[in-house]
């Protein structure tokens, strides 16, 4: 019997033949990736490989409280005693999971470990990736290895290609509005369709599978993952593609042609997405928000710009922008993007989690109603648990702020905020 991606790769970092659904395997792990929050509770006392373990400082940076500055200053000691060479503090930051796609952490073929939710970003680089909890990553750490029970797969494929004013976001969005929660099961891309798609495009899509309760999601390593990944890469690599006959537990078509703009309604995603032409008119907000993992990059800050350029955030409204990572930020300020966006009224942080997990650089007050490219929209998750949070791609977001209300970008957007 064939394998799917994930299947394979399992299989691989068990050392076995075979691995179906169901089946408990033992895997050595590539890389795992610990956070400044990693060594809240304590410091191991060894670790299986310094050269197989990055850390990345991404949550609270800089540090807006003491206790925050007391883990960093637990962060850097474990670094310095375990002599741990891959190590991204303040100023060569960012979002682990940028960081992960920028540095070569993640590479095609490869076992990924994450101390963060959203690791199945790294899925649009042919790696299988999980964020695992702080005890299961200590394990790691100290042993090298977890375990994993396979699941089954449900296969995308994807045709067509992306209208200007629908990106990553919005094809997610579709796909928790039409299939809902795929909870127990792997999520593989395929189709002519996925090589119109960006590397940011399909690391979005990667990332937000978290919010559909993938466990693993993957993406084929075409030519596009292939450059980026040899450009990036520090060590030899060996991608894996889906065998002709692998089994899948279910298997969807979308056409990315016909896809429209969506937003996710406040408190979750699935089952609980629509087109922003659904909303209707007259959702006023209080905040926009452009960041995290799953939206701060490159192309989001840059049509975030193109669509800002000659326009004003609309009275009322306060709109952030996080790069999702310092070298993101300083693309950003020499293409232009950032004077623009300060010349419209938004504010321009530095890189960091900040806003989208509900820590600082833009929390929400009771009440107030948010439209953010971010991760997640449950209550409480960007401050008060009476504030409501929707959720849309950048573009969608950047329309928003200037209209003062939930909008489609379609309107704004012309093909030249778009690449």
Not at 313 to 326: D, E, Y
Request: proline letters at 5%.
């Amino acid at each position: 019997m064939g394998m799917t991606m994930a299947e394979k790769i399992l299989a691989r970092h068990a050392g076995v033949e075979q691995v179906g659904p169901g089946d408990l395997v033992v895997c050595e792990v590539d890389m795992a990736v610990q956070l400044d929050r990693s060594f809240a509770t304590f410091i191991p006392q060894r670790i299986h490989d310094a050269e197989k373990v990055a850390v990345v400082m991404d949550h609270t940076v800089p540090a807006p409280t003491v206790y925050d500055a007391e883990l960093h200053t637990r962060t850097r000691d474990f670094v310095k005693r375990f002599g741990v060479r891959r190590f991204f503090d303040i100023g060569n930051h960012g979002i682990c999971h940028q960081v992960i796609i920028e540095e070569g952490l993640a590479l095609p073929g490869e076992l990924l470990a994450c101390g963060d939710s959203h690791a199945s970003a790294s899925g649009a680089l042919n790696t299988a990736a999980r964020g695992l909890g702080s005890i299961e990553m200590i394990q790691i750490v100290c042993t090298g290895k977890t375990w994993f029970k396979s699941s089954p797969t449900i296969k995308f494929v994807l045709e067509g290609e992306l209208p200007a004013a629908v990106f990553g976001k919005d094809v997610l969005f579709h796909m928790a509005a039409t299939y809902g929660s795929v909870e127990g099961h792997n999520v593989e891309f395929a189709g002519p369709g996925v090589a119109s798609l960006n590397l940011d495009d399909r690391s979005t899509i990667a990332t937000m599978c978290t919010e559909i309760s993938a466990n693993f999601a993957t993406f084929p390593a075409d030519e596009l993952v292939l450059e980026h990944a040899t450009r990036v890469a520090d060590r030899p690599f060996t991608p894996v593609e889906s065998d002709a006959d692998a089994l899948y537990a279910d298997e969807h078509t979308i056409n990315l042609s016909e896809l429209e703009p969506y937003v996710a309604k406040p408190d979750y995603v699935p089952g609980n997405c629509v087109p922003v032409s659904e909303i209707g008119p007259g959702v006023a907000i209080d905040q926009a928000f452009i960041g995290s993992c799953a939206n701060g990059k490159l192309e989001d800050i840059r049509v975030a710009a193109a669509l800002l350029d000659g326009r004003h955030v609309a009275p009322g409204v306060r709109m952030i922008v996080t790069p999702a990572s310092q070298k993101v930020y300083l693309e950003a300020i020499r293409s232009g993007y950032v004077e623009t966006l300060t010349e419209a009224g938004a504010v321009v942080t530095f890189s960091t989690c900040g806003a989208c997990y509900g820590g600082h650089t833009g929390v929400l007050g009771p009440g107030e109603v948010c439209i953010t490219s971010s991760t997640r929209n449950f209550k409480g998750r960007m401050g008060s648990p009476d504030a409501a949070i929707y959720m849309g791609s950048s573009a969608t977001v950047a329309a928003s702020a200037v209209a003062g209300e939930i909008v489609d970008p379609s309107a704004l957007i012309g093909q030249g905020a778009k690449t």
